[in-house]
């Protein structure tokens, strides 16, 4: 879609990181998937993607207040 030039928002509904275990590898687990979320964020922003978070305690419109204007541009079709 962002190729096209047509804009993309995205909205990450996780709210909560998981619970870590009890193993002994438990730490290394949940440092390894907070680089994995974060890695994943910066590959959509480098697309052009717009990544909004939403814990779900306000409408949606209000997460996406700050970026409802966003200038589309849009190649040959």
């Known amino acids: 879609l962002r190729a096209r030039?047509?804009?993309l928002i995205v909205v990450d509904v996780l709210a909560?990181?998981?619970t870590p275990g009890r193993h002994v590898d438990a730490d290394l687990a949940m440092r390894v998937w907070r680089m994995e979320r974060?890695?994943?964020h910066?590959?959509?922003a480098e697309t052009?993607?717009?990544v909004v978070t939403d814990d779900?305690?306000?409408v949606l419109d209000a997460v996406l207040a700050p970026v409802?204007?966003?200038p589309t541009q849009r190649g040959p079709r």
Do not use: H, N, V, Y
Request: glycine share 24%; hydrophobic share 35%.
């Open 68 to 70: 409802r204007r966003i």
């Open 38 to 40: 974060g890695a994943l």
């Open 42 to 44: 910066d590959g959509l």
């Open 16 to 18: 909560t990181e998981p």
């Open 48 to 50: 052009g993607a717009l």
């Open 5 to 7: 030039g047509f804009p």
């Open 56 to 58: 779900g305690t306000e």
